[in-house]
T-cell receptor, first 114, second 114 residues
């Protein structure tokens, strides 16, 4: 069965600095999708970034980028120039390409220090 | 505005009193899903639906029911709620069940079962 692990329950970063959140997953599939979701205090779930496993190039969205290491089954999220609004819970998620459920990790709570 | 709506947003009930949490999307999405979020566990899928009249169990379906009679609605039914169903519930939808599709989440329903 697929599992998603986030080994850092809590992280903190100084405003304007860079932080990396870790995610590892377990799967026997070769094609799949990985996601990072942000959940601010409002509890709304917001998609931050998505990575297709068949693409070697790491996805980027403005200040957010990923380091996708397929062989190591690692999918870390890098936030550059951290802002106060980045403070949130971040969830890593996995989904097979075919009909299947989405599996979420337990989350990492990120604090941004002014 | 494209959105997923859930009602109610907050609910306090007592053990055994049947309740329904409604979910509606206005994006003509085929795929809809219910999750529960608990501290340290991330989001776990309860049920999902690939289209009208097509539903299937997720990871934690016990104690829940769903139905998909219309494309836009996917209510979650707790026939006899118990305290271990106290949680934050999210409804989500995506254009299809394909792995690359982005899921759009509702605002969440916080349920307390006494």
């Amino acid at each position: 069965a697929q599992t998603v692990t986030q080994s850092q329950p809590e992280m903190s970063v100084q405003e304007a600095e860079t932080v990396t959140l870790s995610c590892t997953y377990d799967t026997s599939e070769s094609d799949y999708y990985l996601f990072w979701y942000k959940q601010p205090p409002s509890r709304q779930m917001i998609l931050v970034i998505r990575q297709e496993a068949y693409k070697q190039q790491n996805a980027t969205e403005n200040r957010f980028s990923v380091n996708f290491q397929k062989a190591a089954k690692s999918f870390s999220l890098k936030i550059s120039d951290s802002q106060l609004g980045d403070a949130a819970m971040y969830f890593c998620a996995y989904r097979k390409t075919s009909y299947d459920k989405v599996i979420f990790g337990p989350g990492t709570s990120l604090s941004v220090i002014p | 505005e494209a959105q997923v709506t859930q009602n109610p947003r907050y609910l306090i009930t007592v053990t055994g009193k049947k309740l329904t949490v409604t979910c509606s999307q206005n994006m003509n999405h085929e795929y809809m899903s219910w999750y529960r979020q608990d501290p340290g566990l991330g989001l776990r899928q309860i049920y999902y639906s690939m289209n009208v009249e097509v539903t299937d169990k997720g990871d934690v379906p016990e104690g829940y029911k769903v139905s998909r009679k219309e494309k836009r609605n996917f209510p979650l039914i707790l026939e006899s709620p118990s305290p271990n169903q106290t949680s934050l519930y999210f409804c989500a939808s995506s254009l299809s069940w394909q792995g690359q599709e982005t899921q759009y989440f509702g605002p969440g329903t916080r349920l307390l079962v006494l």
